[in-house]
């Protein structure tokens, strides 16, 4: 008899795990505090808002830290998180709480473009859609990102989890092991990874106010990125961005993943892929 099927783990699954959750609750606390501090007390002022949607290990720490280099742009992390003291708390994940803590966030930043990371299951967890921040943010832009091989991407969580180490900045060494992947995990992680792009992305609401980008495409020339495409997204001007972040993984899979050869095939098909493009715009036909 065949082993029963397992539920395929949601993409929370490969997060960062929270570590002393009273302390969390306590730091959540202060923070909640100041944000209510700022947005009752403080002169509101005109500002862009920022969103960037992404899956965890998709590149968004590099992105995020990127953008809080530019002089215009501040940025919060995953404001929506039940794990960061910054975030919701999971009883609170609900869509009127969920936007109330977006607008106490932003108001509490002070750059002309205002922005924060939302985790796709993160905002699904909160009943929310692409076209709910377009309703409630009519100004905001949008950052899509998303990582072309999830294979390099669930390797990534994997590894992260397994040392501990979540990023790598310079004068520091980054943590090499080899990691076991299973098949169906690997499978599980793909269908769960491309359902939340595509639930996101299926009504094309996003694309006059947002872009799409690939991990590989922001690293391949970062400066060529933020130049063409998110400066004028942003409406400021081009400025070259900076981190002090580096690559943790750099080896190629074949000296990463132990039973490379097992899963060699799955690795190399298009289910392990991710390749997103925004469909051509309808032509409007004129009135006879």
Same mark, same amino acid.
């Given at each position: ?13 490969? &997060?960062? $795990? +929270? ?9 959540? %606390?202060?923070?909640? *505090?100041?944000?209510? /501090? ?97 309703? &409630?943010? $009519? +100004? ?9 091989? %999830?294979?390099?991407? *669930?390797?990534?969580? /994997? ?130």
């Amino acid at each position: 008899m065949s082993a029963p099927e397992q539920p395929a783990p949601s993409a929370a699954a490969w &997060a960062r $795990p +929270t570590r002393n959750i009273a302390a969390v609750e306590l730091q959540r %606390l202060r923070h909640k *505090l100041k944000l209510l /501090r700022r947005y009752w007390l403080a002169l509101h002022r005109p500002h862009t808002p920022l969103f960037v949607l992404a899956t965890y290990r998709s590149g968004s720490n590099l992105l995020l830290d990127y953008l809080r280099s530019l002089p215009q742009v501040q940025c919060y992390s995953e404001v929506l998180s039940p794990r960061l003291p910054i975030g919701l708390r999971r009883i609170d994940q609900n869509p009127k709480l969920a936007l109330q803590h977006l607008r106490y966030s932003l108001q509490s930043l002070q750059a002309p473009v205002r922005g924060c990371k939302l985790m796709l299951d993160q905002l699904a967890a909160c009943r929310h859609t692409a076209g709910d921040l377009i309703d &409630a943010f $009519p +100004t905001a832009r949008y950052i899509v990102l998303y990582r072309e091989s %999830l294979a390099e991407q *669930l390797l990534s969580a /994997r590894t992260a989890r397994e040392t501990g180490q979540w990023v790598v900045h310079r004068g520091h060494d980054s943590q090499q092991i080899r990691i076991a992947i299973d098949p169906l995990e690997l499978q599980w992680f793909c269908e769960e990874t491309r359902r939340l792009y595509d639930s996101l992305l299926a009504d094309g609401v996003l694309r006059s106010c947002g872009l799409l980008l690939s991990y590989e495409e922001l690293t391949a020339d970062p400066a060529a990125v933020f130049a063409g495409k998110i400066c004028p997204l942003l409406g400021i001007s081009p400025h070259e961005p900076r981190t002090t972040m580096l690559k943790q993984n750099p080896r190629p899979l074949p000296e990463r993943i132990v039973n490379y050869a097992e899963i060699e095939s799955l690795l190399d098909s298009p289910h392990c892929r991710l390749s997103y493009r925004w469909p051509p715009s309808p032509v409007k036909r004129s009135a006879a």
